[in-house]
């Protein structure tokens, strides 16, 4: 009789100590989830503020590609279509020529496709 007593107190025992340990491993179970749930709010927040970036970086960019022709426009040529030759654009002779038959080449190269000679002021 009293080893059966003995049986039951302890198989009691070893529950409670299976129903402390679940009840353990459900809190951090509960925790880690918190810890997921607050990583997944700094993703979503690096993640919108990568989006931020990309778009200051398209705004920015216009800028640069809007200076870039500014100075291909400034390192161009200009042409007469009447005439034989091509000149930078501070050349004397450029500033002879009238707009309405002005050429603009931003190469040499494509100016002298067309046969026009450079002038003195390219060289
Ligand atoms: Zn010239």
């Given at each position: 009789m009293?080893?059966?007593?003995?049986?039951v107190?302890?198989?009691?025992?070893?529950a409670?100590?299976d129903?402390?340990?679940l009840?353990?491993d459900?809190?951090?179970?509960?925790q880690?989830e918190?810890r997921?749930m607050?990583?997944?709010?700094?993703?979503?927040?690096s993640q919108?503020d990568?989006?931020?970036?990309?778009?200051?970086?398209?705004?920015g960019?216009?800028?640069?590609?809007a200076?870039?022709?500014?100075s291909n426009?400034?390192?161009?040529y200009?042409a007469?279509k009447v005439?034989?030759?091509?000149?930078?654009?501070n050349?004397p002779f450029?500033?002879?020529i009238?707009?309405?038959?002005?050429?603009?080449?931003?190469?040499?190269?494509k100016a002298?496709?067309l046969?026009l000679?450079?002038?003195?002021?390219?060289?």
């Amino acid at each position: 009789m009293q080893q059966i007593e003995e049986n039951v107190i302890k198989s009691f025992r070893l529950a409670k100590n299976d129903i402390i340990r679940l009840q353990r491993d459900f809190l951090s179970l509960s925790q880690a989830e918190e810890r997921i749930m607050e990583l997944l709010d700094g993703l979503k927040a690096s993640q919108a503020d990568i989006f931020q970036r990309i778009r200051e970086m398209e705004h920015g960019s216009k800028p640069i590609a809007a200076a870039l022709k500014h100075s291909n426009a400034r390192k161009g040529y200009v042409a007469s279509k009447v005439g034989k030759s091509y000149h930078r654009k501070n050349c004397p002779f450029a500033h002879n020529i009238k707009n309405k038959t002005k050429v603009i080449f931003y190469t040499k190269s494509k100016a002298e496709n067309l046969g026009l000679k450079a002038c003195r002021c390219v060289a």
